[in-house]
Nanobody, 115 residues
Framework: QVQLVESGGGLVQPGGSLRLSCVAS????????LGWYRQAPDKQRELVAR???????IYTDSVKGRFTISRDNAENTVYLQMNSLKPEDTAVYYC?????????WGQGTQVTVSS
């Protein structure tokens, strides 16, 4: 059974930082491109960062220079370091493969950026 568990979210002031973690179990983590997605209230879920199997990273324009995705295949974990957070980064953050699998969505972790 595939399971992805996200953690590390919370309430942070604008300009602050958070590090999200996603631990995967039940599948061959290393053979997938992985991504962090987010969904803000009343908006569609979007892919914000991805890491390919060889470690190449790609970011959506709104987070370039602020977010860093990394993966540890030995630990079946993918991370998202988020710096210089803005109120518009407020959302529930999820990890999944790229493209996403309907069977892989977890509960997500809430990130709230507010003063």
């Amino acid at each position: 059974q595939v399971q992805l568990v996200e953690s590390g979210g919370g309430l942070v002031q604008p300009g602050g930082s958070l590090r999200l973690s996603c631990v995967a179990s039940g599948y061959r983590f290393s053979i997938y491109a992985l991504g962090w997605y987010r969904q803000a209230p009343d908006k569609q879920r979007e892919l914000v960062a991805r890491a390919t199997m060889d470690g190449t990273t790609i970011y959506t324009d709104s987070v370039k220079g602020r977010f860093t995705i990394s993966r540890d295949n030995a630990e079946n974990t993918v991370y998202l370091q988020m710096n210089s957070l803005k109120p518009e980064d407020t959302a529930v953050y999820y990890c999944n493969s790229v493209p996403p699998s309907a069977n892989f969505w977890g509960q997500g972790t809430q990130v709230t950026v507010s003063s």
